[in-house]
Structure formats: structure tokens, C-alpha cells
């Protein structure tokens, strides 16, 4: 297993990616062309973030991330936050999560400039909490609250 960068040619993997944990963590059906475009907007400006993904020895997507900033001025730093995270069903409890989130840390602490690293997770999603757990992670002390204005 390999990790790196996502690139554009990575698209209809993570377009797959995306709809497939949607389906399987909140049973939500989302829309392809949306996704699609959603995608491909992260490989055309930097200033988005960036995706990683874990290859397969035969170069095929196995799992993958998407890294997206917030600026934090109570700590002039940048906080990365992990989102779409997903690893394909036949490739579970095999450590590629682990390798993904070992990339994410590794390559936040060598910039010196990331404060700190965040994700959200589905209530009852008990699978993605114990990964996160397992890993270091702690529970936030924050709620999240939001108004949607699409989907
Ligand atoms: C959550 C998910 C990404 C984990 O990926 P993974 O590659 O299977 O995780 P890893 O194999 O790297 O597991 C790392 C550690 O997490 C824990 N863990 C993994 N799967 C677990 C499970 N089903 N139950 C409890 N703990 C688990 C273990 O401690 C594991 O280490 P170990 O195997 O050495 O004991 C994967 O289950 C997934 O894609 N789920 C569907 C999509 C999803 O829920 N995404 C998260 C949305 S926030």
C-alpha cells in the first residue's frame, strides 16, 4: 500500500468514495453531478485543500481523505480539518486509515504552521469514533451547529 497526494485523474474514484460513505454512515443519496463538480474544485484551487489517497500494489484506490483549512486567530495558525474520509469495505481493518492519518500528522507537523488537526463525525457512526480514538484523537468540547442553504 502507497500514500499519496489525490490528483486529478483520482476524480471518479473519489466521486465513488463520497457517495458511497454518504450512503452507507447517514443513508443519504447524493447527488453524482454536484460531487463530481465538488471534486474536481478542489484539484482546481490549492487555497481548497488537498486529497490523499492509499493505493493498492496494482494502483488501485483503496481509501482516501480530504484535507480542508480554517484559519484560527486565537492561535495564528491554520487548523487542517480531515473530511470524506473512506476506505473501500474489502480493504477495512487492514491499517489504511492508519497510514492515511500517519500522512496527515506527519505532513502537518514538518510545515510547523498547523495548529492542529480536526474532524466531525456522525453521532452514531461508534466504528469512525473508536478509529478516531484508537488513533489519538480526543472528543471536542464543542457542538456544532449550522444552516443549510443547499442539499
Ligand atoms: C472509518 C474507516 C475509515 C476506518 O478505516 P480502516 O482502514 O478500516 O481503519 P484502520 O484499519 O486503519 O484501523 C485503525 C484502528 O482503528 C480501530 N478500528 C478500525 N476499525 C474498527 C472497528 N470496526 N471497530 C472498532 N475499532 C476499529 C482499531 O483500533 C484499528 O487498529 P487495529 O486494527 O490495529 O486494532 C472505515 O471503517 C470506513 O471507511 N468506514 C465507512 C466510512 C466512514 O465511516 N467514514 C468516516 C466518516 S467521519
Redesign the pocket.
Known sequence: MQIRRGQPGDRDALVAFNLA?AR??EGRELDRKTVNAGVAAVFQSEDRGFYLVATSTDNKIV?GLLITYEWSDWRNGVIWWIQS?????G?????????L?EAVKTDALERGSVAGIR????RE????H??YE??GMKLAHYDMYEVDFVL
Open positions: 460513505m452507507e454512515t481509501g474520509v473512506y476506505v473501500e469495505p480493504w477495512r481493518r487492514r491499517g489504511v486509515y492508519r497510514r492519518y474532524l466531525y463525525v456522525e457512526n461508534a466504528v469512525a473508536s478509529v484508537s488513533l
